[in-house]
């Protein structure tokens, strides 16, 4: 059966940083299930049960043109679903213009700001491939849980007709058994995290499609902590990539604490009660300034 295709177009701001999408999406250089070219991104995922492939391409007008490909039927309101969705991986939901007017004279951060005037937050396709990568992440570095990631979406067998691999939706992944996930490079304790998350998102315990335009952020968390594998970091990180929502507070991430270090003024070493305490004024923000942080560590590089 030939692929069915929708497309839309959207509009972009001005001083809109395109690189800051293209990287996020450029972890994996085998380009497994993303690919990322110079002015455009491929994207393999899960829509409406089906495998798909997302294409964003930027335009020198500052548009974008957006076209999915899906291995199934489209539904007569995916033009304004797609639409919402690449508006919200694009992180133009975000109002990064309030943020910057309201801490442009900070004493510490206001230099970092305007270095980086328009940063935004590139999300996941699904705040559930967010909390996903955010577990696969927990405690060990970038290229290993980039390595673990291709290993599990691999095993979950999803490849739409134009060659990339699909991220597996909760469905797919409680498909795969423990021993599937230990021979993709999972801890035990990490494989049984997964196993329960996808669980209870089935089970309709945590429907975060649903939460999607307006996550009850309370309710998440605590229904979040109560899995057993799933703390404060990871909460406030799927929160972020997920959600889109800028005030989790990334007290607990070791490279935002490297980059609030090198802040003048900043103790050489920074724990997390310190960082935590430091980032707490910035409310509503937080993790729109955790950002900041990150962004900034590639600046000092």
Known sequence: MAAATQT???ELPAGFRLADILKFHQRDALAFSERVDTDSLHK??????????????????????????????????????LARHVRRMLGLTQPVDEFEKAHARHPQLGAL??????????????????????IIGQQISVSAAVSIRRK??????????GGLACYPDASRLAALSEVDLRAAGFSASKAQTLISVSARVLA????????????????LRERLLG?????????????????????????????????????????????????????EPLS???????AHLWASLALSA
């Open 113 to 134: 700001i305007a270095r980086q005037a328009g940063l935004r937050v590139p999300l996941a396709a699904s705040p559930f491939e967010a909390l996903t990568w955010a």
């Open 284 to 290: 509503p923000w937080r993790a729109l300034v955790a």
């Open 204 to 219: 309709g315990e945590l429907p975060l499609d649903e939460w999607l335009d307006n996550p009850p952020v309370d309710l």
């Open 152 to 161: 599990m979406i691999k095993a979950a067998g999803l490849v739409h007709s």
């Open 227 to 279: 899995i057993r594998g799933i703390g404060p970091w990871t909460v406030n990180y799927t929160l972020l990539r997920g959600f889109g929502w800028l005030d989790g507070s990334l007290h607990g991430d070791v490279a935002v604490r490297r980059a609030l270090q090198m802040l003048p003024g900043n103790p050489e070493k920074m724990g997390e009660a310190e960082a935590r305490a430091w980032l």
């Open 8 to 10: 839309c177009t959207l």
């Open 44 to 81: 393999g995922l899960v829509w409406e049960g089906h495998a798909a492939c997302l294409s964003v391409h930027f335009l020198p007008d500052q548009t974008v043109a957006v076209k999915i490909s899906l291995d199934g039927a489209l539904t007569a309101t995916d033009a304004d679903n």
